[in-house]
């Protein structure tokens, strides 16, 4: 009889609710376990020994035998180009301590971006800034917010799974076709503000708020994400690290020993405003010296054909004095962003799936019976997410959950895009946009945290 890989069983012996050790699949053959499973195709129907058809796998028993038996695959997961039940591409992004490849799940077929850390270069700092990354995305509902999936774990690499915003970077789009119309300017602006509101509203402080760090889903929609340098801090409590870009950073983090974390987000929004609808960045020099300097002294010069509520809302913004500032509350509900109805925080959702197997179809609320539906296709059971309790985000069978749940929400268009109730339409033209950029000498790429 042709065997076929149990359900509950993963690559290399592993169960499945875990993602640890995936990049490490026994070879096809090798293993005596395996000895007995055929090479015909792993989509093939199973036969008994008379030839009489069994029950065609699931698409979660043929991906567990193609990691086990299948000779390529197997090959990929042991060079790194798949991890746990995801196949690996190109490089889309770097960073400091990390580099972003794209990655697609293998079961769902959904992309995702993959931020990959090297453990050995992982002091105590830093793997203290890796687990408040990851809590501050699990404790975040916005449909602004890139949403965080699975950690999976390889002897040598951390992999955070995280929402693809194919998009790409709010810098570059700028970079490349200068600043932003009026209204676009307003639109993606909203959405930032939108997101920091919520963050702030618990307590969480980003610190690194600039355009490389917002992302493009669509032409309409963008996501803050990149929260590496991100802590949770009451709106009272003062810090003490200087992290993040400096051409971003408020004064008080260069004037003082300790600062309160709302302002410093708060400045950051005003630089990346100033950039969005002018090109160039309000404060420029050839060395991070010059460019404190020019901080402190707040030395800025706004164009002349911004917006006069726009360059009230970035002189209210970029104040020296951080209790001098606009509140997020005051910018949501200044002159400039009147005609914009803002996008709303989610409800709370379940990070786990466990309630799933535990819920009778009556009780789940419509994304959840079809997320339970979907899984269940795929050959999750209520066995598998049941043994699956405990493992949070460190699970292969919470991945699957989080992105078809992400899936129904968006298809339930819960991420709406900010309305806008009044259009004034833009009279600045490409090559004028263009022409605002050409004078951008200083960029943001530097990230430092000392």
Known sequence: MTAVCPSGVGPAGATVGSSRGSGAGSTGGQDRRYARWSRQDSSDIATDDEGVPARQLTPLERLNLDMCQDDRVVRELTVGRRIGFYKVRGEIGCGNFSHVKLGIHALTNDKVA?????????????????SREISSMERLHHPNIIRLYEVVETLSRLHLVMEYAGGGELYTKISMEGKLSDIDSKIVFSQILSAVKHMHDNSIIHRDLKAENVFYTCSTCVKVGDFG????????????????????????????????????DIWALGVMLFFMVTGTMPFRADTVAKLKRCILEGAYVLPSWVQEPCQRLIRGILQPQPSDRCSVEQMMGCEWLLPIDFPRAMEPFKLDPSYLAESTPSELEED????????????ITPEHILNNQGKDCRSSVTGVYRILLHRAHKRRAVESMPVVTHVVGSTVSKKD???????????????VIL
Do not use: M, W
């Open 433 to 447: 946009r263009l022409k605002a950029y050409h004078s951008l000498r200083h960029t943001s790429k530097l990230c």
């Open 229 to 264: 340098f991100s802590t949770l801090s009451r709106r009272d409590e003062t810090l003490n690290t200087f992290c993040g870009s400096p051409p971003y950073a408020a004064p008080e983090l260069f004037r003082d020993e300790h600062y309160l974390g709302v302002f410093v």
């Open 368 to 379: 959840e019976a079809e997320v339970r539906e979907a899984l269940e296709i795929l050959g």
């Open 114 to 130: 993959i931020k990959i850390l090297d453990k050995t270069k992982l002091d105590q700092k830093t793997q203290r800034l890796l």
